[in-house]
């Protein structure tokens, strides 16, 4: 009888030291369908798993979207899944080009190398083969009056959503803090590595005006053709566009 409650204790004793399951599937989709967002051209939603009771480091294994598709007249289905850092600049993995064959669509995609986060937050991200930032595939919204994590437009230019929180899922598992592996993102945010010009006068070449947006994406000035001061602003980093470049320059403007 001895032996047998000794071995039973042992058993239970193993049982209770098993660690908990620290992989599951993350959103700010609150499950209630709503309307559907068609901005873009790309989609993205920032994801932070403290929220979700996970702690870094952490590895991006998967990823969940839902499309709608089937509404309009444009029919450019073509697609790739990204996933960023907490910047929301630096691109660390990106998928293959995909497509949506019609109808609402869940797509599940498991990445063949997972990526590893050492700390903080990440973006993931539908980034479209069409220029029109309006080109399928619309991804579903939820009821959220007033989201906080979806975006669209593209890295260094993002812009918040008002129709709804996306419904984009990421699934993680918590790793080891001793892991091997290569750390693909770990905090601070590093700087866009766009073109940069510092000081506090720009100058746009062209007849075509631009717009000024600070760091968090918020309009800082437009610019007109020619030379702009920009003395008026204080010092950090900024993102300009013009109606010709499909990507942002920096400008940092110095202490």
């Not at 903080?120 to 029109?132: K, L, M, P």
């Not at 619309?138 to 009056?145: A, L, R």
């Not at 929180?165 to 091997?180: M, S």
Request: glycine share 10%; proline share 9%.
């Amino acid at each position: 009888m001895k032996c047998v409650c000794v071995s039973l204790a042992l058993i239970s004793g193993l049982a209770a030291a098993q660690p908990a399951d620290t992989s599951r599937w993350i959103s700010y989709y609150n499950g209630a369908d709503g309307w559907f967002a068609f901005q873009g051209p790309q989609r993205a939603m920032t994801l932070n798993p403290s929220d979700f009771g996970l702690s870094s480091p952490l590895q991006v294994e998967s990823l969940k979207i839902w499309f709608y598709w089937g509404m309009g007249s444009l029919t450019d289905t073509v697609y790739t899944f990204r996933i960023y850092a907490g910047d929301g600049s630096t691109l660390l993995w990106e998928s293959e080009s995909l497509a949506v064959t019609g109808g609402q669509y869940w797509k599940t995609y498991g990445l063949s190398s997972p990526v590893r986060i050492d700390s903080g937050g990440f973006y993931i991200a539908t980034a479209h083969r069409s220029v029109n930032p309006y080109a399928h595939p619309y991804v579903n919204v939820d009821t959220n009056s007033t989201p906080t994590h979806s975006l669209y437009g593209q890295p260094g230019a993002w812009q918040p959503d008002n129709v709804g929180e996306f419904c984009f899922f990421a699934f993680v598992r918590e790793l080891p803090p001793t892991g091997t592996g290569e750390a693909r993102w770990s905090g601070p945010a590093p700087e866009p590595p766009k073109l940069a010009t510092i000081g506090c006068f720009l100058r746009l070449s062209g007849s075509s005006p631009g717009l000024l947006r600070d760091a968090n994406g918020r309009k800082a000035m437009t610019l007109a053709p020619g030379g702009n001061a920009l003395s008026s602003l204080p010092p950090g980093v900024y993102f300009y566009t013009t109606a010709g470049p499909r990507s942002p320059n920096k400008v940092v403007i110095p202490r």
